[in-house]
């Protein structure tokens, strides 16, 4: 088991329920091939996706795929901390995902001093943003934690619009985002825990304006967790309620469901900045 301690020096503040940073595994490897500035090829075969982040998007063969802005510097980037050299895989949930990539969290060692933790240092250039999953959530506040500077310095994609935090408030902007990755911000106008299912209104008509929602089966992972415990937790669900003029940050897929949606599985992608 590995614990992150002198390497990461900073938490991001305002993280619902961000889940402890600790990996597990020892696994000794050589990078032999960059795919993208979240995948890489080791020297035995193996892919490997950085799991906590996403890079901007190259085609890779995909048919009227359009490059996402940065995307050869983000590979370019990955290349340049990683390539050739000595590292070590780490996990922090599922380590094999549905395509037969391994999901590893990769260090790469320096002589004499701490390693370079990749997905961290790509955040920190401001080349990816902090990207979980219900099964893959460890060490998130560190990551966000290296977004956030990198945000607030404009560094790479946060001097491009094409990655703007979007407004809540804005439904024909997050309409035509439908099928993207996307931040969202915004004053939660109501909220209601009805049928085991989570919703979290940024407007008034819910039937148009935008909404974030929350599966019964993954209202269980915010309840086990400060701040959600405290709204979520009575039998009825009616604290909920009070979670009406709350600020948040969300992250996730822009879908469509009456007005534009974005469902969240974990607490990770909600934060109270």
Same mark, same amino acid.
């Given at each position: 088991?590995?614990?992150?301690?002198?390497?990461?020096? *900073? $938490?991001?503040?305002?993280?619902?329920?961000?889940?402890? $940073?600790?990996?597990?595994?020892? %696994?000794?490897?050589?990078?032999?091939?960059?795919?993208?500035? %979240?995948?890489?090829?080791?020297?035995?075969?193996?892919?490997? +996706?950085?799991?906590?982040?996403?890079?901007?998007?190259?085609?890779?063969?995909?048919?009227?795929?359009?490059?996402?802005?940065?995307?050869?510097?983000?590979?370019?980037?990955?290349?340049?901390?990683?390539?050739?050299?000595?590292?070590?895989?780490?996990?922090?949930?599922?380590?094999?995902?549905?395509?037969?990539?391994?999901?590893?969290?990769?260090?790469?060692? +320096?002589?004499?001093?701490?390693?370079?933790?990749?997905?961290?240092?790509?955040?920190?250039?401001?080349?990816?943003?902090?990207? !979980?999953?219900? %099964?893959?959530?460890? $060490?998130?506040?560190?990551?966000?934690?290296?977004?956030?500077?990198?945000?607030?310095?404009?560094?790479?994609?946060?001097?491009?619009?094409?990655?703007?935090?979007?407004?809540?408030?804005?439904?024909?902007?997050?309409?035509?985002?439908?099928?993207?990755?996307?931040?969202?911000?915004?004053?939660?106008?109501?909220?209601?825990?009805?049928?085991?299912?989570?919703?979290?209104?940024?407007?008034?008509?819910?039937?148009?304006? *935008?909404?974030? !929602?929350?599966?019964?089966?993954?209202?269980?992972? *915010?309840?086990?967790?400060?701040?959600?415990?405290? *709204?979520? %937790?009575?039998?009825?669900? !009616?604290?909920?309620?009070?979670?009406?003029?709350?600020?948040?940050?969300? +992250?996730?897929?822009?879908?469509?469901?009456?007005?534009?949606?974005?469902?969240? !599985?974990?607490?990770?992608?909600?934060?109270?900045?």
């Amino acid at each position: 088991m590995f614990l992150l301690s002198s390497l990461l020096l *900073f $938490c991001a503040a305002g993280v619902a329920g961000a889940s402890e $940073c600790i990996l597990e595994g020892n %696994d000794e490897v050589r990078v032999a091939d960059i795919v993208d500035g %979240d995948t890489l090829l080791l020297d035995d075969g193996r892919e490997v +996706r950085l799991t906590g982040i996403q890079a901007p998007k190259l085609p890779l063969g995909r048919a009227n795929f359009k490059t996402w802005p940065l995307a050869p510097e983000a590979r370019d980037a990955l290349a340049e901390i990683v390539m050739g050299k000595r590292a070590t895989l780490q996990y922090g949930g599922e380590n094999i995902d549905r395509h037969g990539r391994v999901l590893a969290h990769i260090f790469i060692e +320096r002589a004499g001093t701490e390693p370079v933790w990749a997905q961290q240092e790509m955040l920190r250039r401001g080349l990816a943003r902090v990207y !979980t999953f219900r %099964d893959n959530r460890a $060490c998130s506040e560190e990551l966000l934690a290296a977004e956030k500077s990198a945000r607030a310095e404009g560094l790479g994609i946060w001097n491009n619009d094409y990655y703007d935090i979007r407004n809540a408030v804005n439904i024909d902007e997050l309409s035509r985002l439908v099928g993207r990755f996307e931040l969202v911000e915004g004053k939660v106008v109501s909220a209601a825990l009805f049928r085991d299912r989570l919703y979290l209104n940024f407007g008034e008509d819910y039937r148009q304006d *935008f909404t974030v !929602t929350v599966t019964g089966r993954d209202v269980k992972l *915010f309840k086990a967790e400060e701040p959600w415990t405290s *709204f979520l %937790d009575d039998a009825e669900g !009616t604290n909920a309620s009070a979670l009406a003029g709350e600020y948040v940050r969300v +992250r996730g897929w822009v879908d469509r469901y009456n007005g534009p949606e974005i469902e969240v !599985t974990h607490p990770e992608q909600i934060e109270f900045p």
